[in-house]
């Protein structure tokens, strides 16, 4: 790792006065059209995923809500790059949260305290998330590691490897007879690519925008996002982490990005034509069948 990437993945918590609520979308836009998945035997209850925006996503199985690596603010060098699908006051009942990494785009956790029920669990990789999430007020915070597996309230969460610029977990959620994995914002590394042993997933949320930090991989491109749903035989893949951007600086100097949500659309129809690819609009809710 580069000393100028070294830098870049240190956790950054900005001042608080410079972090601001990221806008909400005036009116959340209408589902998208129903998705069948495999039949399974015993058959399958509801599944609805619904995009916020970046990597924070909404996933209900049947009437109980994970959600995804929150952030719901900005600073001057983050930024969302689109309305969010959802507001922490918008939020249902959840009844877990899961966070990938500490970075502050994907936890949030000082400002995602607003959140009424800080009885949340809370399923997190690492020491300073659980000190960080204690601290922001959260009672029920749970250090999980890789390969791990812990049930909240009928939802099986178990955390498997990721990679990225400081130390992250993905995690594999199952309910109800439904699979979903995500994948946070990791790279495609021999570890990560070793989950794909585990099975058929029926949906995959993939990071996709092939950052590059100070020039160094941080996060999949999005034709390695599409070979990694290949591997899962992800029944539907839905891009996540693609419209991020920093402040000038950092953008000028420091950021660069190899992965679009229709590029990644594009290369699934050539490397994994089973796998069904769907692009959603912060709010859009997708229903499985």
Not at 192 to 208: K, N
């Amino acid at each position: 790792m580069s000393a100028q990437l070294s830098q870049t993945a240190q956790i950054d918590i900005p001042p608080h006065a410079e972090i601001v609520d990221a806008p909400v979308v005036a009116v959340r836009p209408a589902d998208a059209p129903p998705l069948a998945l495999p039949a399974r035997p015993g058959g399958r209850q509801p599944l609805t995923v619904t995009r916020i925006a970046h990597a924070s996503v909404l996933i209900d199985f049947a009437g109980k809500a994970v959600l995804t690596d929150p952030w719901f603010t900005e600073t001057p060098e983050y930024h969302q790059g689109e309305a969010l699908g959802l507001g922490v006051d918008g939020l249902p009942r959840l009844t877990a949260v899961v966070a990938s990494h500490a970075h502050y785009d994907h936890f949030d956790i000082e400002h995602f305290a607003r959140y009424p029920h800080l009885d949340v669990p809370l399923l997190v990789g690492f020491p300073d998330m659980v000190e960080r999430a204690r601290n922001a007020g959260f009672t029920d915070v749970r250090q999980i590691h890789p390969g791990e597996t812990q049930v909240v309230d009928g939802v099986s969460i178990t955390a498997l490897p990721g990679a990225h610029v400081v130390p992250e977990i993905t995690f594999l959620l199952a309910a109800g007879g439904n699979t979903v994995y995500f994948g946070g914002d990791t790279l495609l590394t021999p570890d990560v690519r070793a989950i794909a042993v585990r099975g058929p997933v029926d949906v995959a949320l993939l990071p996709v925008n092939g950052l590059l930090v100070g020039g160094e991989p941080a996060v999949s491109s999005a034709e390695e996002a599409a070979v990694f749903a290949g591997m899962l035989q992800a029944a539907v893949a839905i891009p996540t982490h693609y419209r991020f951007f920093g402040g000038p600086k950092t953008e000028a100097h420091l950021l660069t990005y190899n992965g679009t949500p229709f590029r990644f659309l594009n290369s699934l129809r050539r490397t994994a034509p089973d796998t069904v690819g769907r692009v959603l609009e912060p709010g859009q809710r997708q229903r499985f069948t």
